[in-house]
């Protein structure tokens, strides 16, 4: 009998990875190359006044906006970032000028030379001074059925508010990118997610025609995110370096730069207004969610949508008023990281219902189920549930696997457990699949068969699970389907490496493909299936009022969380994770469980220990010393199991999972401490001193 | 000045600044491209070599530091027997993901088992903690390395 394909298979890339025989975008050599180094600036918000440059040597060039052939604007979702500052600036570590030669000492010479003069002006950081001066950069709102009236009747109204900070990538391959032109030919190579938005970018800032511009992506050291739009930035940098030069250029980050300047987390709050009726069901929420998003809109508007459009998590409430915002500060940007906005709201609402049960003396468990999601009710944008939910079979299994119920009535104080429920709704958000209209190619090639897509190997697993995909439809062995390097002369679009959405969408593109493939196998020694992405025919969503649904399906999950707090020190330990997921079918078992328990960590980190402020718009936390993430002494055992529930639309029923993984941990920990303590908690990171303060407060 | 030291166990002689890091003076003068810059300052293990079979950050090791000593990197430890068995470990595991930091877990697990052929749970999570993964969460790492020594009874 065929094995299963949830069987795991090798990975593809483990092997040279673990030789040490990768090559990242850091260990390449290119004849004559030239290094850059980026000027920033120093001043949270101010105008230049003057630049003073030394004498230049020979060899050495100075590249700023004057040398943009184009427009000097990375485009993404809003274009407002410059390339590099013009009259001002609007943050500390925004790009102001490249220094560019042959030797790295050479040019930190000539950059510790250089006098840039600001004019300050009057910056603004936090999101409460933001709210106060009304810096918005985009306000949305959505409501379902009539929240106001719902109020009116409601018999009791809780209120509360929660609040989550930065995150920081901390992707262990710092970011890194080249150009060179090759005849008349500009080629881009680095660490990305998503060539085809560098290549975008590059089309309105070097104002070249598309076919003389290919995107290359280089074996990448992880993202999470933070690979996603940043990349069209310095992309564009050493781009217009290469420009003015004609000698291959190459700008590789170190970690402080990277921390410094990169796009990170979204700190957020998120309000709650909650009406109950009389046997104690909410019936209404007003929620408001707030979110930092630095000095220029960029991609957030999109991560907002997310959030609010995931911010009743798996629970039916039938009258709904929501707000988001986005808020201008003079900080680095925020911008896309595993989650894209959801985690925090869903760790919101995960603590609102956690608190409301206490306080009506409900058990919390007990009380999320009463509201709880089923199959074809409407969800918060009016759309529909379409798929079948497990979720009574995911919590049976994470309380039966964890003992759940019966620690939580023997843990003594500084013990704790909690438990989270929660969803991610796979793939782009509204109608995004469909304005990308991700394309594939499948090709023949006697007995090999190549794939052409777009997304990447970072990590996840790409590289192995697609091809698995087509081998396994076409039963072949994996050897004898190729990765098509990732670039963009050579592939097609098939969207961004992004949204939990290459196995869903991409996977099930090229299932289609090889299933069309194997019907015609024997036609010809070569040919080639192409496929385009059609939504499917029954979802429905309109982008003006945020009415339909916001997502084709979801995936399923439960976390439970076991801690132990030191009464002394207020250390707080993580001793036990137990994680079930529904995400269709696993297509690898094995790289499945390792995404699944990356992200818990991940989720630990943003938590607890990854502290991330800032004072005055400098960022305390600057390099990975004062930054931490957890090692393996912080992590605990983690247990992981799925629950089987097939996607009609998915490759053999697969869904999302990349994303899901780091929703659950955070609630599922604080739930836990809260639980440990006997306190609520409200915000996260949850640091020791926090922890003293909250036990101490009587 | 002039240093001497063996790389991979063959001799090496050359003219440094003796505070140049050595991480520069292998990736950038003899091309050992295995050995990872993750963060410059000691945390992330991601450069760690063996210098006379303990593990080391190389980004901390000024060249000056390494006259006479044996410095192992990644493209000379994976003719090993030692190295094959922690492959077939890591293989089986699913310990790679991104594969940036692992370079440097390798090198750090020869360290470990170097000094301790059988550790517990404990002491391989103590062993490795030098060293930063932000894709696995750890735990096939260290199942992998489990199932490296199971492997490799009696070769460390």
Redesign the interface.
């Known amino acids: 009998m065929k094995e299963s394909i949830s069987t795991s298979v090798l990975r593809v890339d483990s092997r040279k990875k673990i030789r040490g025989e990768a090559e990242y975008i850091s260990d390449w050599k290119f004849e004559n190359m030239l290094y850059a180094k980026t000027v920033r600036s120093t001043k949270a918000k101010a105008k230049i006044t003057a630049i003073k440059l030394p004498d230049i040597p020979k060899d050495y060039y100075v590249v700023d906006r004057n040398d943009v052939p184009g427009v000097n604007r990375m485009r993404t979702v809003v274009s407002d970032h410059p390339i590099f500052a013009e009259e001002d600036v609007q943050y500390i570590g925004q790009p102001i000028l490249l220094v560019v030669g042959p030797d790295r000492e050479i040019i930190y010479k000539i950059v510790s030379q250089i006098e840039i003069k600001y004019q300050e002006e009057e910056a603004l950081f936090t999101l409460e001074e933001a709210e106060k001066r009304s810096t918005v950069f985009t306000d949305y709102n959505y409501k379902k059925s009539d929240p106001k009236k719902a109020f009116e009747q409601a018999v009791r109204i809780i209120e509360d508010e929660y609040s989550t900070g930065y995150q920081e990538h901390v992707y262990l391959e710092p970011q890194g990118i080249a150009a060179e032109y090759k005849d008349d030919t500009l080629f881009v190579y680095g660490s990305m997610q998503c060539p085809f938005y560098v290549k975008n970018a590059l089309l309105e800032t070097m104002a070249l025609p598309e076919e003389k511009i290919r995107v290359v992506q280089t074996v990448t050291g992880g993202a999470f995110g933070g690979k996603e739009e940043f990349p069209s930035l310095n992309g564009c940098h050493v781009a217009v370096a290469t420009h003015k030069t004609r000698q291959p250029v190459v700008m590789i980050y170190d970690r402080d730069e990277d921390i410094l300047c990169s796009t990170k987390r979204h700190p957020s709050i998120t309000r709650f207004k909650a009406g109950l009726d009389e046997y104690d069901q909410i019936i209404a929420l007003d929620i408001d969610v707030l979110l930092n998003a630095g000095a220029y809109n960029g991609l957030s508007p999109v991560v907002l949508q997310r959030a609010i459009f995931s911010a009743t998590n798996v629970y039916n409430i039938e009258h709904l008023n929501v707000r988001g915002r986005n808020f201008m500060t003079n900080l680095v940007p925020s911008g896309a990281y595993r989650g894209f906005g959801a985690p925090q709201t869903i760790f919101g609402i995960e603590m609102m219902f956690q608190d409301i049960a206490l306080i009506l003396g409900i058990d919390p468990l007990e009380y999320k189920m009463r509201h709880l999601l089923k199959q074809n009710d409407p969800t918060c944008t009016g759309g529909s549930i379409h798929e079948e939910v497990k979720m009574k079979e995911i919590v049976q299994k994470a309380v039966e696997q964890s003992d759940y119920y019966n620690k939580l009535k023997t843990n003594k104080k500084y013990q704790g457990i909690g438990i989270s429920l929660f969803l991610h709704g796979c793939g782009f958000t509204g109608k995004g699949e469909t304005l990308i209209k991700g394309k594939i190619i499948l090709q023949k090639n006697k007995d090999v068969v190549i794939l052409k897509v777009s997304s990447v190997e970072m990590g996840q697993g790409a590289e192995t699970v697609l091809p698995k995909i087509v081998a396994h439809t076409l039963d072949i062995p994996i050897e004898k389907v190729i990765y098509e390097t990732v670039d963009t002369g050579l592939i097609p679009d098939s969207g961004p490496t992004v949204a939990s959405r290459t196995t869903m969408i991409v996977g099930g593109l090229l299932r289609e493909c090889a299933l069309e493939m194997k019907a015609r196998w024997d036609e010809a020694e070569t040919f080639e299936v192409s496929k385009i992405y059609k939504h499917p025919d029954f979802l429905h969503w309109d982008d003006d009022t945020f009415h339909g649904d916001a997502y084709p399906v979801h995936s399923w999950g439960a976390n439970v969380a076991e801690v132990e707090i030191d009464p002394i020190t207020y250390e707080l330990t993580i001793k036990k994770i137990t994680a079930v997921f529904d995400v269709g079918v696993p297509i690898d078992e094995r790289a499945l469980i390792g995404q699944m328990q990356g992200g818990i960590v991940q989720g630990i980190g943003w938590a607890t220990i990854e502290v991330m402020k800032t004072a005055n718009g400098k960022l305390i936390q600057k390099n990975l010393t004062d930054y931490k993430i957890p090692t393996s002494m912080d992590v605990p055992g983690i247990d992981c199991d799925f629950v089987l529930n097939p996607y009609e639309f998915g490759p053999f029923g697969a869904k999302c999972a990349g994303e899901l993984s780091f929703v659950g941990s955070p609630p599922a920990v604080a739930a836990a401490v809260e639980n440990a303590l006997g306190k609520p908690i409200k915000d996260i990171p949850i640091t020791p001193e926090m922890l003293m303060e909250i036990d101490n407060d009587h | 000045m002039i240093i001497e030291f063996t790389l991979n166990n063959e001799k090496v002689k050359m003219d440094v600044e003796p505070t140049m890091r050595v991480l520069d003076l292998l990736r950038n003068d003899l091309g050992m491209?295995?050995?990872?810059?993750?963060?410059?300052?000691g945390?992330?293990g991601?450069c760690v070599i063996l210098v006379d079979g303990r593990a080391m950050n190389s980004c901390m090791l000024p060249a000056g530091a390494i006259v006479n000593r044996s410095i192992v990197?990644?493209?000379g430890f994976?003719h090993t027997e030692q190295f094959k068995v922690?492959?077939a470990g890591?293989?089986k595991a699913?310990s790679?993901?991104?594969?940036?930091?692992?370079?440097g877990f390798?090198m750090a697990i020869e360290s470990l088992l170097n000094q301790n052929p059988d550790p517990t749970d404990e002491e391989?999570?103590?062993g490795?903690?030098?060293?930063?993964?932000?894709?696995?969460?750890?735990?096939?790492?260290?199942k992998g390395v489990r199932l490296a020594i199971e492997k490799g009874a009696g070769l460390w």
């Open positions: 491209s295995s050995v990872k810059e993750g963060c410059g300052e945390e992330c991601a990197t990644l493209e994976k922690i492959e890591l293989l699913g790679v993901q991104c594969g940036f930091c692992t370079p390798v391989i999570k103590e490795l903690s030098g060293n930063l993964c932000r894709c696995t969460g750890y735990n096939m790492i260290i």
